[in-house]
C-alpha cells in the first residue's frame, strides 16, 4: 500500500485524536475544513493505492494466463467469423505454418477438404446455439502436405464483443494410426478366420462370444443364432457335455492344449463326428476364454468303420475258410475212409462174404456217398445264401404232410430207433410257403434234435396254425447249448462246444436261418446244457 508523506501523515493524525502540539484547545472552523481535506485526500490516497496493487495483480494474472496458453500441450485457436483471431504456438509446432500464415486466416483453408463440411457444420451450429457435438476428429493438411488428425473440444465466447469460438486441438494421429492398422488387421484376421476350412470357435466360460462361418455352416446353424449361446447348444446330451468339461479344462489350466473326438448334434438333430483341439488364452485364468478348433470327421470315422467292418469280414472269412477246410477234412476223411475200406473188402473178399455182409458193405457204402453229398448241398446252399443267390418261390403246401414225412426221414436215418412225437393244431388248409426252404430248415432242426439226444428221449414237433402265424417247435432233451456258444449258434460252421464226436458241418442252424428269413419269419431258442433245447420258427402266412 502507498504510504502519506511523513508531514501530512502526522498532521492528520494529531487532528484526528485532538491532539496538537500545545495546549487543548477548542477546535476552530479552520480546524474543521483542514480535517476534512486530510480526510478526503488519505481516501483518494488509498482509492490510488489500492488501483496499483489491482493493476498490478491484473498484470501478473495475465502473464500466467499467457504462460500458461503460450506452453500449453495442446493448439489454442480463437475462430470469429471463419478465421483464426488467436492461435498458441502450439498451433504453429502441430500444423508446420509459423504464427504469421496463421493469423486471420479462414481456418477452413487448413482442414483437410473431406473433412471440411463436417468443421463448418459443427461451427455454425455451435455460434447459432443449436446442439452439436462437443469433441469430435477431423484431419487437417500440414506445411508439409502430411495429412494429421486432430480432436476438438470447442465453446463459445465473447471476443471483442463478438461472437467466437475457443478451440482446444490435440494431435491423435498416432492413435488413429494404430486403430486403422488394429482395424485392418482384425479385418485381415476376420477374413482369414472367416475363410479357414475348419470350423473356429471362441468360448468365454463355455459360452460362444465368437464363431467363424465353417463353424456355424457345420452344425447347421447361422452365426447369429450361436453367439451368446452356452456350448451345451451342440452337445448330444447334458452328460456329454459336463464330461467333456470334466477332462477338457484341467487340460488347459495346465498350459496345455487339449484334443479329443467327440460326437456334436447339428440344428436339425443329426449326430457328427467333430475333432476338437482348443487352447487357452491364460492358462492361469480360464475366464479369459479359450480358443477351439472343430473338424468334421464324420465321413473320415464313417470309412473306418466301414473298414473295421472289411476287416471283420475278412477275419470272419477266413476263419470260415479256416473251418470249413477243417471240417471238409474232417467230415470227407470218414465217409470216404469208410468207402473206401468197403470197397477193398469187397475187391478182395467178394466171393467169399455172405450175400447179406455183401449187402451191409454196400449199405455203408451208399450212406457214406449220401452223408458227402448232404454235405456239399449245405456247401452249395450255404454258398448261395451269402450271395443273396437263394430263392423265394412260394406255393400252396400241406404243412401237415410235410412235418409227418420229415419225421418218417429222422427215424430211418438214425437207424429207425429215435421216435418223432408230432403235435397239429390248426392245419385245416394249404399255406402259402416254400416246400424247399422249409424242408432245410425244419429238417435240419428235426436232425439235430434226434442227433444231440440220448436214445429213448424225447422230441417233439409241433406245427400250430393261427391268425395268418405258422408257428413251428422243434423240443428235444439232448445235451442243450452252452451259454457261451449260444450267441453265435447261427454262424456257418460253427458248432458249439459240448459236441464232442457227434458228426456235423456246422452249416445246418446257418441255412435254416437263411430259410426262415427269406419267409420273413423269426427263429429263436431256448436252451440250458444237459436239460435240452426248444427251437421255435414263426412265420407270417396267407391262407389259401
Same mark, same amino acid.
Not at 416254400?434 to 425244419?442: F, I, S, T, V
Given at each position: 500500500?502507498?504510504?502519506?508523506?511523513?508531514?501530512?501523515?502526522?498532521?492528520?493524525?494529531?487532528?484526528?485524536?485532538?491532539?496538537?502540539?500545545?495546549?487543548?484547545?477548542?477546535?476552530?472552523?479552520?480546524?474543521?475544513?483542514?480535517?476534512?481535506?486530510?480526510?478526503?485526500?488519505?481516501?483518494?490516497?488509498?482509492?490510488?493505492?489500492?488501483?496499483? %496493487?489491482?493493476?498490478?495483480?491484473?498484470?501478473?494474472?495475465?502473464?500466467k494466463?499467457?504462460?500458461?496458453?503460450?506452453?500449453?500441450?495442446?493448439?489454442?485457436?480463437?475462430?470469429?467469423?471463419?478465421?483464426?483471431r488467436?492461435?498458441?504456438?502450439?498451433?504453429?509446432?502441430?500444423?508446420?505454418? #509459423?504464427?504469421?500464415?496463421?493469423?486471420?486466416?479462414?481456418?477452413l483453408?487448413?482442414?483437410?477438404?473431406?473433412?471440411?463440411?463436417?468443421?463448418?457444420?459443427?461451427?455454425?451450429?455451435?455460434?447459432?446455439?443449436?446442439?452439436?457435438?462437443?469433441?469430435?476428429?477431423?484431419?487437417?493438411?500440414?506445411?508439409?502436405?502430411?495429412?494429421?488428425?486432430?480432436?476438438?473440444?470447442?465453446?463459445?465466447?465473447?471476443?471483442?464483443?463478438? #461472437?467466437?469460438?475457443?478451440?482446444?486441438?490435440?494431435?491423435?494421429?498416432?492413435?488413429?494410426?494404430?486403430?486403422?492398422d488394429?482395424?485392418?488387421?482384425?479385418? %485381415?484376421?476376420e477374413?482369414?478366420?472367416?475363410?479357414?476350412?475348419?470350423?473356429?470357435?471362441?468360448?468365454?466360460?463355455?459360452?460362444?462370444?465368437?464363431?467363424?462361418?465353417?463353424?456355424?455352416r457345420?452344425?447347421?446353424?447361422?452365426?447369429?443364432?450361436?453367439?451368446?449361446?452356452l456350448?451345451?447348444?451342440?452337445?448330444?446330451?447334458?452328460?456329454?457335455?459336463?464330461?467333456?468339461?470334466?477332462?477338457?479344462?484341467?487340460?488347459?489350466?495346465?498350459?496345455?492344449?487339449?484334443?479329443? %473326438?467327440?460326437?456334436?448334434?447339428?440344428?436339425?438333430?443329426?449326430?457328427?463326428?467333430?475333432?476338437?483341439?482348443?487352447?487357452?488364452?491364460?492358462?492361469?485364468?480360464?475366464?479369459?476364454?479359450?480358443?477351439?478348433?472343430?473338424?468334421?470327421?464324420?465321413?473320415?470315422?464313417?470309412?473306418?468303420?466301414?473298414?473295421?467292418?472289411?476287416?471283420?469280414?475278412?477275419?470272419?472269412?477266413?476263419?470260415?475258410?479256416?473251418?470249413?477246410?477243417?471240417?471238409?477234412?474232417?467230415?470227407?476223411?470218414?465217409?470216404?475212409?469208410?468207402?473206401?475200406?468197403?470197397?477193398?473188402l469187397?475187391?478182395?473178399?467178394?466171393?467169399?462174404?455172405?450175400?447179406?455182409?455183401?449187402?451191409?458193405?454196400?449199405?455203408?457204402?451208399? !450212406?457214406?456217398?449220401?452223408?458227402?453229398?448232404?454235405?456239399?448241398?449245405?456247401?452249395?446252399?450255404?454258398?448261395?445264401?451269402?450271395?443273396?443267390?437263394?430263392?423265394?418261390?412260394?406255393?400252396?403246401?400241406?404243412?401237415?404232410g410235410?412235418?409227418?414225412?420229415?419225421?418218417?426221414?429222422?427215424?430211418?436215418?438214425?437207424?429207425?430207433?429215435?421216435?418223432?412225437?408230432?403235435e397239429?393244431?390248426?392245419?385245416?388248409?394249404?399255406?402259402?410257403m416254400?416246400?424247399?426252404?422249409?424242408?432245410?430248415?425244419?429238417g435240419?432242426?428235426?436232425?439235430?434234435?434226434?442227433?444231440?439226444?440220448?436214445?429213448?428221449?424225447?422230441?417233439?414237433?409241433?406245427?400250430?396254425?393261427?391268425?395268418n402265424?405258422? !408257428?413251428?417247435?422243434v423240443?428235444?432233451?439232448?445235451?442243450?447249448?452252452?451259454?457261451?456258444?449260444?450267441e453265435?449258434?447261427?454262424e456257418?460252421?460253427?458248432?458249439?462246444?459240448?459236441?464232442?464226436?457227434?458228426?456235423?458241418?456246422?452249416?445246418?442252424?446257418?441255412?435254416?436261418?437263411?430259410?426262415?428269413?427269406?419267409?420273413?419269419?423269426?427263429?429263436?431258442?431256448?436252451?440250458?446244457?444237459?436239460?435240452? !433245447?426248444?427251437?421255435?420258427?414263426?412265420? #407270417?402266412?396267407?391262407?389259401?
Open positions: 500500500m502507498a504510504k502519506l508523506p511523513v508531514w501530512l501523515r502526522g498532521k492528520v493524525v494529531g487532528v484526528l485524536c485532538h491532539e496538537h502540539v500545545g495546549p487543548a484547545r477548542e477546535w476552530t472552523a479552520e480546524d474543521i475544513d483542514f480535517a476534512s481535506s486530510a480526510a478526503m485526500m488519505i481516501s483518494l490516497a488509498l482509492e490510488e493505492a489500492r488501483r496499483h %496493487e489491482l493493476n498490478e495483480a491484473l498484470v501478473r494474472s495475465e502473464e494466463y499467457r504462460h500458461v496458453v503460450e506452453n500449453a500441450n495442446e493448439a489454442i485457436v480463437i475462430a470469429q467469423d471463419g478465421r483464426i488467436y492461435a498458441n504456438p502450439q498451433t504453429s509446432r502441430l500444423s508446420g505454418y #509459423p504464427p504469421q500464415a496463421l493469423d486471420n486466416k479462414p481456418f483453408e487448413f482442414v483437410y477438404a473431406e473433412d471440411r463440411a463436417l468443421v463448418a457444420e459443427n461451427y455454425m451450429k455451435r455460434l447459432r446455439g443449436e446442439q452439436t457435438a462437443a469433441s469430435y476428429d477431423f484431419r487437417i493438411v500440414d506445411m508439409q502436405g502430411r495429412v494429421r488428425w486432430l480432436n476438438i473440444n470447442a465453446v463459445t465466447l465473447e471476443w471483442d464483443g463478438r #461472437p467466437a469460438t475457443l478451440n482446444f486441438l490435440t494431435d491423435v494421429t498416432e492413435t488413429k494410426t494404430l486403430q486403422q488394429l482395424q485392418r488387421n482384425l479385418a %485381415e484376421r477374413a482369414l478366420l472367416q475363410s479357414a476350412l475348419v470350423g473356429i470357435s471362441f468360448a468365454v466360460n463355455r459360452r460362444l462370444t465368437w464363431v467363424n462361418e465353417t463353424y456355424a457345420m452344425l447347421g446353424y447361422s452365426r447369429d443364432e450361436l453367439v451368446g449361446q456350448s451345451r447348444v451342440h452337445y448330444p446330451d447334458d452328460a456329454s457335455y459336463e464330461a467333456f468339461g470334466a477332462s477338457a479344462y484341467p487340460v488347459l489350466s495346465s498350459g496345455r492344449p487339449f484334443e479329443s %473326438e467327440l460326437q456334436m448334434r447339428r440344428k436339425d438333430g443329426a449326430l457328427i463326428w467333430v475333432h476338437v483341439y482348443g487352447i487357452a488364452v491364460d492358462p492361469a485364468d480360464l475366464g479369459k476364454g479359450a480358443i477351439w478348433t472343430n473338424i468334421d470327421i464324420t465321413e473320415r470315422r464313417r470309412a473306418e468303420e466301414e473298414v473295421r467292418r472289411a476287416l471283420a469280414k475278412e477275419r470272419e472269412l477266413n476263419e470260415l475258410k479256416s473251418r470249413f477246410v477243417a471240417m471238409t477234412s474232417h467230415e470227407f476223411r470218414t465217409p470216404l475212409a469208410t468207402i473206401l475200406s468197403s470197397t477193398e469187397l475187391e478182395r473178399h467178394y466171393d467169399r462174404l455172405p450175400a447179406a455182409e455183401r449187402q451191409a458193405i454196400f449199405s455203408r457204402i451208399t !450212406t457214406g456217398v449220401g452223408r458227402m453229398a448232404q454235405m456239399l448241398d449245405n456247401v452249395l446252399t450255404i454258398g448261395r445264401a451269402e450271395t443273396d443267390a437263394m430263392h423265394f418261390q412260394p406255393a400252396p403246401l400241406d404243412l401237415r410235410l412235418c409227418r414225412q420229415l419225421a418218417e426221414e429222422a427215424h430211418l436215418q438214425h437207424g429207425g430207433n429215435r421216435d418223432v412225437r408230432l397239429f393244431s390248426g392245419l385245416t388248409d394249404p399255406v402259402n416254400d416246400e424247399k426252404l422249409l424242408r432245410h430248415a425244419l435240419n432242426l428235426l436232425s439235430n434234435a434226434l442227433k444231440y439226444s440220448s436214445p429213448g428221449s424225447r422230441t417233439t414237433l409241433a406245427a400250430h396254425v393261427n391268425d402265424m405258422a !408257428t413251428v417247435r423240443i428235444d432233451e439232448g445235451i442243450g447249448i452252452p451259454l457261451q456258444d449260444q453265435r449258434l447261427f456257418a460252421f460253427h458248432r458249439a462246444r459240448n459236441v464232442g464226436n457227434i458228426p456235423g458241418t456246422g452249416l445246418g442252424l446257418a441255412i435254416v436261418r437263411k430259410s426262415v428269413e427269406l419267409h420273413g419269419g423269426t427263429i429263436a431258442f431256448i436252451s440250458e446244457p444237459g436239460r435240452g !433245447t426248444r427251437f421255435t420258427v414263426r412265420i #407270417p402266412l396267407a391262407r389259401h
